[in-house]
């Protein structure tokens, strides 16, 4: 009665759905589930995402890397829940990409299209990732850091540890253990070469990207600058509004309480000022050093110039069989 199973290729061109020939794909192991009941619309959307991400992917990739599974969630950390709100999850979306190589990470929209960040992990660098409580997906790495999302699917949560784990083993097999200056390294924006921990020009295109304190220093000065350096233009533009509005209404109450000339009120007038000037620029400038700090911002574009040498700006794919 029932046909034979289906590879992922076959399901694939079954359902009219196509992958960029320009990429390598280990297709079994991106679709692991592609018999069954209820297969096809799970399969969809994990295509939509793949066709959102691939032409950042065409551009990230290297030679002889392959592509052996991709998802999408959101990075979580308590305080950030707690300070920033709804926008915390704007601005954690990640799309995961694992290949034979390493681990990728591509900040992007809510629909999984790729922004400006990217960071990359070789997997020797990870001693645990596993699905942990309430649907977390737990990224602890070699140099102490933590990293937690959630928004994954059932389906990623099983298949991300089990490629995790495939890949770590075939690492260790042949002692692949590259040098890196931190466990997740930023991805330069222009070229995707690694731009070490601490440094903000690309060694590879020249290309130049803010230090999270010239900007959390802009945001000091003038609350929700660093936001339009950082190009989050909507928070940017809200909390400006918000600014103009605070200082509105601390000078209209400074005409109240010069008119009234008593003390007690202009005491209370100085209270309030202060109540709304410290966090509007302490607390604004504390926050946009944390967020700047995630990644790099871009500031000014390549520049053959500030080429430089770098002994960790080259990706490693050493090892891989060549086909
Ligand atoms: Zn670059």
């Given at each position: 009665?029932?046909?034979?199973?289906?590879?992922?290729?076959?399901?694939?061109?079954?359902?009219?759905?196509?992958?960029?020939?320009?990429?390598?794909?280990?297709?079994?192991?991106?679709?692991?589930?592609?018999?069954?009941?209820?297969?096809?619309?799970?399969?969809?959307?994990?295509?939509?995402?793949?066709?959102?991400?691939?032409?950042?992917?065409?551009?990230?990739?290297?030679?002889?890397?392959?592509?052996?599974?991709?998802?999408?969630?959101?990075?979580?950390?308590?305080?950030?829940?707690?300070?920033?709100?709804?926008?915390?999850?704007?601005?954690?979306?990640?799309?995961?990409?694992?290949?034979?190589?390493?681990?990728?990470?591509?900040?992007?929209?809510?629909?999984?299209?790729?922004?400006?960040?990217?960071?990359?992990?070789?997997?020797?660098?990870?001693?645990?990732?596993?699905?942990?409580?309430?649907?977390?997906?737990?990224?602890?790495?070699?140099?102490?850091k933590t990293f937690k999302y959630g928004g994954f699917t059932?389906?990623?949560?099983?298949?991300?540890?089990?490629?995790?784990?495939?890949?770590?083993?075939?690492?260790?097999?042949?002692?692949?253990?590259?040098?890196?200056?931190?466990?997740?390294?930023?991805?330069?924006?222009?070229?995707?070469?690694?731009?070490?921990?601490?440094?903000?020009?690309?060694?590879?295109?020249?290309?130049?990207?803010?230090?999270?304190?010239?900007?959390?220093?802009?945001?000091?000065?003038?609350?929700?600058?660093?936001?339009?350096?950082?190009?989050?233009?909507?928070?940017?533009?809200?909390?400006?509004?918000?600014?103009?509005?605070?200082?509105?209404?601390?000078?209209?109450?400074?005409?109240?309480?010069?008119?009234?000339?008593?003390?007690?009120?202009?005491?209370?007038?100085?209270?309030?000022?202060?109540?709304?000037?410290?966090?509007?620029?302490?607390?604004?400038?504390?926050?946009?050093?944390?967020?700047?700090?995630?990644?790099?911002?871009?500031?000014?574009?390549?520049?053959?110039?500030?080429?430089?040498?770098?002994?960790?700006?080259?990706?490693?794919?050493?090892?891989?069989?060549?086909?």
């Amino acid at each position: 009665m029932s046909a034979a199973p289906l590879t992922a290729a076959e399901r694939l061109q079954q359902m009219r759905l196509t992958v960029s020939p320009n990429i390598q794909y280990d297709l079994d192991s991106v679709f692991p589930k592609v018999n069954g009941w209820l297969v096809k619309g799970p399969i969809k959307r994990k295509h939509k995402l793949i066709v959102k991400v691939e032409p950042t992917l065409e551009e990230i990739l290297r030679p002889g890397e392959e592509v052996l599974y991709i998802a999408k969630g959101v990075q979580y950390s308590f305080w950030e829940q707690y300070f920033l709100g709804a926008w915390a999850a704007l601005i954690n979306q990640t799309v995961f990409v694992l290949t034979n190589v390493r681990l990728l990470m591509l900040h992007s929209n809510t629909k999984g299209k790729p922004k400006d960040m990217s960071w990359m992990i070789y997997y020797s660098q990870i001693t645990h990732f596993k699905s942990g409580w309430f649907g977390a997906v737990v990224v602890k790495l070699r140099d102490g850091k933590t990293f937690k999302y959630g928004g994954f699917t059932g389906a990623d949560r099983k298949q991300m540890p089990k490629v995790f784990q495939q890949v770590a083993n075939a690492y260790k097999e042949r002692g692949f253990d590259p040098n890196v200056s931190q466990s997740r390294e930023n991805l330069c924006y222009h070229c995707y070469s690694i731009i070490a921990k601490k440094e903000y020009v690309c060694s590879k295109c020249g290309a130049e990207y803010w230090q999270p304190s010239q900007i959390a220093w802009r945001s000091l000065m003038f609350p929700s600058w660093g936001d339009f350096l950082m190009r989050h233009y909507l928070i940017g533009l809200l909390e400006l509004g918000g600014y103009l509005f605070g200082w509105f209404a601390v000078v209209t109450l400074w005409i109240g309480a010069l008119g009234a000339a008593d003390p007690s009120v202009m005491a209370f007038a100085a209270v309030i000022t202060a109540l709304f000037l410290i966090p509007a620029h302490g607390v604004d400038a504390i926050l946009t050093y944390y967020i700047a700090n995630k990644g790099l911002n871009r500031r000014l574009p390549p520049d053959p110039s500030r080429v430089h040498a770098s002994e960790y700006a080259e990706i490693e794919v050493d090892g891989e069989p060549q086909s």
